[in-house]
């Protein structure tokens, strides 16, 4: 057993969906990049409110409301910290990645981003941080320019920095890729667009699971995550943003608890981070994030780095050694997502089969169609591991990819 | 025999490899596009019904899974000399096999596509068998697109 193992081996006992048969087979969830499986930790937390606090936030004088609003503020407080943010309004809940992209192509884009102006995503974008960017092309004629990936599944660094122009006004990118598993170097490419006078937003999605972020280092101007993916609940997601941006940009949407007062010739709008929470926001939601970033916390990055990277090595050697097996992407810094072709056996038989054999991988385009297009297929299997993968995943991944191509000999 | 083995049996291993009735033909009366942008599975089928409506010829070409492929080309085996009306009932017998354990249709009137009637039991993939027995209804109907998803 590796060490790896042995540091996180208490970590499967605490997702009870792990202890279940699919097929009458052992489960080997290998799909932690579409959603992570989640704790019991983060499962109680959220019973937890809905049993003993169950009452709207911010509004009722009442003890079960200041409980819940006392839980919920708490929860922004952990992803402060979490993210080393200088303020927790700068924390704004959503309901995910998606979300959060879509506030900042809308109010950003309504404050900054004119005729003429370019926005700058890479061609490794999931599709939620480039469609968002086209419907903001379409209402302001401004223009979408992509920095192209080498074979290898990087940023091309070069065309990065060529696409850099004075009328550059955003540039967003993932810190990790969804379908090809790059870390990208986060700094380094808000530090040239910033010298290019364009604000930051980078996609957290995949990366805030498996590595600290620290925003303040980063110096992102926006950044973007979901909770589901870091074993929190799924429709709940943050957006943070710095403080003097957020302050500037208009709300995107009105209702309940964004306001300080309403006639109907005037409307003031609530102070951050309430000017962006219309509604009844997703309070048990947000208060599982928070517990499942202590429960990350808790495990400490160091661990959960040092696990996947084992098992990221151990299955790419394993994967290699099956004939027939062509990994889509090889880039050089990368994390536990791995894209990858069958010869003779389209990406969702060898879903189907694998599924049969008790294993969940992805099969498909992954959200992210360029990418796709870039290694001139329509779909790949994915594999993605997470803190409660281990060798037996790996194995068990190997076995039923052999048992697909008996099937298809 | 495993779920796997049932679901991918030699009459579909073979029409997936081996795709009947496959390519583009000089010309056609009838075209339609079978399209799943979920999986990517894309497809084009054509058509040529004589004076009467009845199916002289059928083709197709594009690329999909084992499933979708072997599902276009067993079917457009099986529409030669048959009506359009006949296509369409054909049609409707398939789509309850497919999608319905309890259905009474008609194995014989199936023939070999009767290897699809364990999919319902993979609901993730009956829109891959189904997906060109849209377009060939579309195609029938003047529409030029069919969409899975």
Same mark, same amino acid.
């Given at each position: =057993?590796?060490?790896?193992?042995?540091?996180?081996?208490?970590?499967?006992?605490?997702?009870?969906?792990?202890?279940?048969? $699919?097929?009458?087979?052992?489960?080997?969830?290998?799909?932690?990049?579409?959603?992570?499986?989640?704790?019991?930790?983060?499962?109680?937390?959220?019973?937890?409110?809905?049993?003993?606090?169950?009452?709207?936030?911010?509004?009722?004088?009442?003890?079960? @409301?200041?409980?819940?609003?006392?839980?919920?503020?708490?929860?922004?407080?952990?992803?402060? &910290?979490?993210?080393?943010?200088?303020?927790?309004?700068?924390?704004?809940?959503?309901?995910?990645?998606?979300?959060?992209?879509? %506030?900042?192509?809308? @109010?950003? +884009?309504?404050?900054?981003?004119?005729?003429?102006?370019?926005?700058?995503?890479?061609?490794?974008?999931?599709? @939620?941080?480039?469609?968002?960017?086209?419907?903001?092309?379409?209402?302001?004629?401004?223009?979408?320019?992509?920095?192209?990936?080498?074979?290898?599944?990087?940023?091309?660094?070069?065309?990065?920095?060529?696409?850099?122009?004075?009328?550059?006004?955003?540039?967003?990118?993932?810190?990790?890729?969804?379908?090809?598993?790059?870390?990208?170097?986060?700094?380094?490419?808000?530090?040239?667009?910033?010298?290019?006078?364009?604000?930051?937003?980078?996609?957290?999605?995949?990366?805030?699971?498996?590595?600290?972020?620290?925003?303040? &280092?980063?110096?992102?101007?926006?950044?973007?995550?979901?909770?589901?993916?870091?074993?929190?609940?799924?429709?709940?997601?943050?957006?943070?943003?710095?403080?003097?941006?957020?302050?500037?940009?208009?709300?995107?949407?009105?209702?309940?608890? =964004?306001?300080?007062?309403?006639?109907?010739?005037?409307?003031?709008?609530?102070?951050?981070?309430?000017?962006?929470?219309?509604?009844?926001?997703?309070?048990? +939601?947000?208060?599982?994030?928070?517990?499942?970033?202590?429960?990350?916390?808790? %495990?400490?990055? +160091?661990?959960?780095?040092?696990?996947?990277?084992?098992?990221?090595?151990?299955?790419?050697?394993?994967?290699?050694?099956?004939?027939?097996?062509?990994? $889509?992407?090889?880039?050089?810094?990368?994390?536990?997502?791995?894209?990858?072709?069958?010869?003779?056996?389209?990406?969702?038989?060898?879903?189907?089969?694998?599924?049969?054999?008790?294993?969940?991988?992805?099969?498909?385009?992954?959200? &992210?169609?360029?990418?796709?297009?870039?290694?001139? $297929?329509?779909?790949?299997?994915?594999?993605?591991?997470?803190?409660?993968?281990?060798?037996?995943?790996?194995?068990? %991944?190997?076995?039923?990819?052999?048992?697909?191509?008996?099937?298809?000999? | 025999?495993?779920?796997?083995? /049932?679901?991918?049996?030699?009459? !579909?291993?073979?029409?997936?490899?081996?795709?009947?009735?496959?390519?583009?033909?000089? /010309?056609? *009366?009838?075209?339609?596009?079978?399209?799943?942008?979920?999986?990517?599975?894309?497809?084009?089928?054509?058509?040529?019904?004589?004076?009467?409506?009845?199916?002289?010829?059928?083709?197709?070409?594009?690329?999909?899974?084992? !499933?979708?492929?072997?599902?276009?080309?067993?079917?457009?085996?099986?529409?030669?000399?048959?009506?359009?009306?006949?296509?369409?009932?054909?049609?409707? *017998?398939?789509?309850?096999?497919?999608?319905?354990?309890?259905?009474?249709?008609?194995?014989?009137?199936?023939?070999?596509?009767?290897?699809?009637?364990?999919?319902?039991?993979?609901?993730?993939?009956?829109?891959?068998?189904?997906?060109?027995?849209?377009?060939?209804?579309?195609?029938?109907?003047?529409?030029?697109?069919?969409?899975?998803?």
């Amino acid at each position: =057993m590796s060490k790896a193992d042995t540091t996180l081996l208490d970590v499967r006992a605490q997702f009870p969906c792990l202890d279940q048969k $699919v097929h009458g087979k052992r489960l080997a969830y290998l799909d932690s990049a579409a959603t992570a499986l989640k704790p019991v930790y983060v499962i109680d937390a959220v019973a937890h409110h809905y049993t003993n606090e169950s009452a709207n936030i911010h509004r009722g004088v009442h003890h079960l @409301s200041e409980k819940a609003t006392a839980a919920f503020e708490a929860a922004r407080e952990t992803v402060r &910290a979490h993210l080393n943010a200088a303020h927790a309004h700068e924390v704004i809940f959503t309901s995910g990645t998606t979300d959060s992209i879509n %506030l900042v192509a809308q @109010s950003f +884009g309504q404050l900054e981003i004119g005729k003429g102006d370019e926005i700058l995503v890479t061609e490794m974008e999931h599709h @939620s941080n480039i469609v968002p960017w086209q419907l903001l092309r379409e209402r302001t004629g401004a223009v979408l320019r992509v920095a192209p990936i080498t074979d290898n599944g990087d940023v091309d660094r070069e065309a990065f920095r060529a696409a850099l122009n004075e009328r550059t006004k955003l540039v967003a990118f993932t810190a990790v890729s969804n379908a090809l598993g790059t870390v990208n170097p986060v700094a380094e490419l808000t530090r040239e667009a910033h010298a290019a006078g364009a604000s930051v937003l980078v996609d957290a999605a995949q990366a805030v699971p498996v590595q600290p972020i620290d925003v303040q &280092a980063l110096d992102c101007d926006f950044l973007a995550f979901s909770g589901h993916k870091v074993f929190g609940p799924t429709g709940i997601g943050v957006l943070y943003g710095k403080e003097g941006l957020l302050e500037a940009m208009p709300p995107v949407k009105g209702g309940g608890d =964004m306001i300080l007062s309403v006639t109907f010739e005037k409307t003031t709008y609530n102070a951050l981070p309430h000017k962006f929470e219309a509604g009844t926001a997703h309070i048990a +939601g947000a208060i599982g994030l928070g517990r499942a970033l202590e429960f990350v916390r808790g %495990l400490g990055y +160091g661990a959960i780095e040092a696990h996947e990277a084992t098992l990221l090595a151990d299955a790419l050697n394993a994967l290699q050694s099956i004939d027939g097996l062509k990994l $889509v992407g090889t880039p050089a810094n990368r994390k536990g997502i791995i894209s990858f072709l069958i010869d003779g056996i389209h990406p969702h038989d060898l879903g189907t089969i694998l599924d049969q054999e008790g294993v969940a991988v992805r099969a498909g385009h992954h959200c &992210a169609q360029p990418v796709m297009q870039h290694y001139g $297929v329509a779909a790949t299997a994915r594999a993605s591991f997470s803190i409660y993968n281990n060798h037996d995943d790996i194995d068990q %991944l190997v076995a039923a990819i052999r048992k697909a191509q008996e099937i298809f000999r | 025999m495993s779920a796997s083995d /049932d679901l991918y049996q030699e009459v !579909i291993l073979d029409h997936s490899r081996n795709p009947r009735r496959y390519g583009c033909p000089l /010309d056609h *009366t009838h075209c339609a596009e079978g399209k799943n942008p979920l999986c990517g599975d894309e497809y084009q089928v054509y058509l040529t019904l004589d004076e009467e409506g009845v199916v002289r010829d059928a083709s197709f070409e594009g690329a999909g899974c084992a !499933i979708s492929k072997a599902s276009t080309s067993l079917m457009l085996e099986q529409l030669i000399g048959k009506h359009h009306e006949e296509v369409h009932a054909l049609f409707e *017998t398939f789509h309850d096999m497919v999608t319905n354990p309890n259905g009474n249709h008609d194995a014989k009137e199936l023939g070999k596509l009767a290897a699809f009637s364990g999919i319902w039991k993979f609901p993730s993939r009956v829109k891959c068998a189904i997906l060109c027995w849209h377009a060939v209804r579309n195609a029938l109907d003047g529409k030029t697109t069919a969409s899975t998803e």
